[in-house]
Structures are given as structure tokens and as C-alpha cells.
């Protein structure tokens, strides 16, 4: 194969077709790593009104670092994953206090700040820094699998390996940035996972899957492990002012680092694992007035399928034993506290709109 070729078709190709988003307007490292994560988490259509808010608030790496993690999670509110969030606050942190607020340019620095992996970091040196590092992405992975027929699967770590030599093998290192951000964009728009148009591919003639008629084999994937279904209940317990309690318990399997209202998980044949309320908590909670179990809707984690049940109650603040870690707060404080879509979806029930806080 001649990669010189494939890599300038691919870029004169990225040249004529690119997307005009907002993180190409320039080569900030900033601008590129807030793109790039919030890109691990969605595709670019739906990440770009979050990208404009989360720029317009924190427009520089400053800005970030002395922003407050509150207004960082409730900005990344609907994208998930975020710790992903946490790590870019604790990230933009480092990158002050070690950097003097400049990116390094070395690719073993730049990977010691928290929330940057090899990925993230190959992006930003190959874009804002044009040093020649190959990105691996998804979309990458399944173009190289197709270019080169790769019979392996491509979410297997050791094959990573190999397909990042691949990645490596085309990469244009005259211009790595644009040969990245091309073969990604290639990924995204053409070489989609389903129904890829290799008809107006620029790459076809290169494609080792296209031109055997191979192409609906690639890439291979693993099976798709089967949900494990859950129940989660949450009980709103709530004081004379309306507040509602939250707690932190690092030893939860989900949410560990927020604070959350107290939940318990139910399910077939669980492991001790999915415990989800430490002994204190499973006292108070065994001691709440009973009430009604109301069905809030569905949700899912990783491999976890889970259906959500809430519960409304209300106690004397002063009946509550004084425990570590638990606060009230306002029901409309809570998204920012615990920002995960779980929430919206109780906040949106009928008979939590409904109810009658008095005592
Ligand atoms: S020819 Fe088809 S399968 Fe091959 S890289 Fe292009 S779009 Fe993907």
C-alpha cells in the first residue's frame, strides 16, 4: 500500500469537505482538548451547544482552573461520564500549577495530567503542536480495520496495539494534525458503522475490505454482553424547610464521588458488590415512615439496565442522628450536586411536582 498517496487523497479530500465546527478555528490546545473529550462522550452535532457554553464560561485554561467544579459538572449536564468533567477541572489545575498554563509539548508530560490518556494526547500534539503522534479513536479504529481488513477485534487491548501501528504506518507526520483530524472526519461522515459510502470514498482504491467486496465483515467486535437488569430506589427524605438529604459514601459501586440521595439496588443473583448503602444509612431508612414506591422511568449504565423507583419522606431534622457526611439541600440544588440524567427524570414526575412538602 502506498501510504503517501492514501494519506494526501485523504487530506485533499478533508481540505474540500470539512466541517467548519468551532475547535477548528484554531490550533489552542485548550480548545482541542475540551473538544476531544466531550467528542469521547458524543458525536460532534450533539456536542456543540455544550462545547459553546462550556467555552463562552471558561474561555481560557484559567478561567478553568479557577472556575468552581460545580459549574463545570453543570455544564457537561447531559453529556455523562463525569468524572470526565472532574478531570478536566483537576487537569486545567495541574496544567497552572505545573506548567505555568502551558501545555507541554512532550507526550510523557502531557500524559500526567490528569484526564489526558494516550489518545487525548496524541490529538492535541498532532493538532496544536503538528508533532507526529496518530490518533486511535473509534472511528479511526474501524477505517484502519476496513483499509487493512483487520481480522481482529478491534476492542481487544493487544489489538489496539496492532492497530495503532497501522495508525502509525499511514500517518503523514509532515502534517499529522490535518492526517488526524481527516481520517477521523473520514470515519464520522463516510466510513460510518453502518452503510459506509465507499462510492465517494477517497481512500477506496487503498481499501483492502472494499476492493476484496469485504467491507460488511470489518470491524470485528466482541458479542454484545447482555444488560444486567436493576432496580434503583431512591428515597427523597426531606426536612421541615423542604430540603431534601443527600449523602456521600465513597464505597458505593455507583456515584462514589458525588453526594446522592440514599438508593437501594435490587436485582437477580447479585454480588456483594452492588451494595449500595452503608450500615448507617440502612438504619435510617428502615426507620422511614412508609410511603408510596412511584416509577420514574428507565435508565442505563455501562452494562446495566435499570429501572428507577422513587420515594417520598419526611422527617425532623432533628430525629436524624448527626451523621458524617449528610446534607440537606434545596430540591433545585440537587441537578448541580448530583448531575446525572437520573435526576431530571424524578424531578419531572408527576406526583414529586405535585406533592405537598408541609409537615
Ligand atoms: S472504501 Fe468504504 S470501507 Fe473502505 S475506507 Fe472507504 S468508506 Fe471505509
Redesign the pocket.
Known amino acids: 500500500m502506498n501510504n503517501k498517496n492514501l494519506s494526501v487523497d485523504l487530506q485533499t479530500w478533508f481540505h474540500q469537505f470539512k466541517r467548519e465546527l468551532p475547535f477548528r478555528k484554531n490550533k489552542d490546545p485548550y480548545r482541542i482538548w475540551i473538544s476531544e473529550v466531550m467528542l469521547q462522550q458524543t458525536r460532534v452535532n450533539s456536542m456543540l451547544d455544550h462545547y459553546r457554553a462550556f467555552l463562552s464560561e471558561f474561555p481560557t485554561l484559567a478561567d478553568l482552573a479557577s472556575g468552581k467544579e460545580e459549574k463545570v459538572l453543570s455544564l457537561w449536564k447531559g453529556l455523562g461520564y463525569y468524572n470526565r468533567a472532574k478531570n478536566l477541572h483537576r487537569g486545567a489545575k495541574y496544567i497552572m500549577e505545573n506548567f505555568n498554563g502551558l501545555f507541554p509539548s512532550d507526550s510523557k508530560e502531557l500524559q500526567k495530567v490528569p484526564g489526558i490518556g494516550p489518545y487525548t494526547s496524541n490529538a492535541i500534539l498532532s493538532i496544536a503542536f503538528s508533532l507526529p503522534y496518530a490518533v486511535l479513536d473509534g472511528n479511526v479504529k ?2 484502519l480495520s ?2 487493512f481488513a483487520f481480522s481482529g477485534e478491534i476492542d481487544n487491548s493487544s489489538n489496539e496495539k496492532i492497530l495503532q501501528g497501522y495508525a502509525d504506518e499511514l500517518l503523514d507526520t509532515k502534517f499529522p494534525g490535518n492526517h488526524n483530524e481527516a481520517i477521523m472526519e ?2 464520522a461522515s ?3 458503522p453502518k452503510d ?3 462510492t ?5 482504491t ?5 476492493q476484496k467486496k469485504r ?1 460488511g465483515e ?1 470491524p470485528k467486535t466482541k458479542l454484545p454482553i447482555e444488560k444486567i437488569p436493576l432496580k434503583f430506589h431512591f428515597y427523597l427524605i426531606f426536612n421541615e424547610s423542604s430540603e431534601v438529604l443527600i449523602y456521600e459514601d465513597p464505597e458505593k459501586r455507583f456515584f462514589p464521588k458525588f453526594k446522592t440521595p440514599p438508593f437501594l439496588i435490587s436485582g437477580e443473583n447479585l454480588s456483594k458488590s452492588y451494595t449500595s448503602l452503608n450500615h448507617e444509612m440502612s438504619e435510617l431508612i428502615n426507620h422511614l415512615p412508609e410511603a408510596k414506591e412511584i416509577y420514574a422511568g428507565k435508565h442505563s449504565i455501562t452494562k446495566h439496565s435499570i429501572h428507577l423507583f422513587f420515594s417520598i419522606h419526611k422527617v425532623k431534622e432533628k430525629d436524624i442522628k448527626k451523621m458524617l457526611n449528610i446534607e440537606f439541600i434545596t430540591l433545585n440544588s440537587l441537578p448541580n450536586r448530583f448531575p446525572s440524567s437520573i435526576v431530571s427524570k424524578i424531578l419531572k414526575n408527576p406526583f414529586l411536582k405535585s406533592y405537598n412538602f408541609k409537615f
Open positions: 474501524r477505517v476496513r483499509v473520514l470515519g463516510i466510513c460510518r459506509p459510502d465507499c465517494i470514498c477517497p481512500i477506496s487503498y481499501c483492502i475490505a472494499f467491507v470489518f
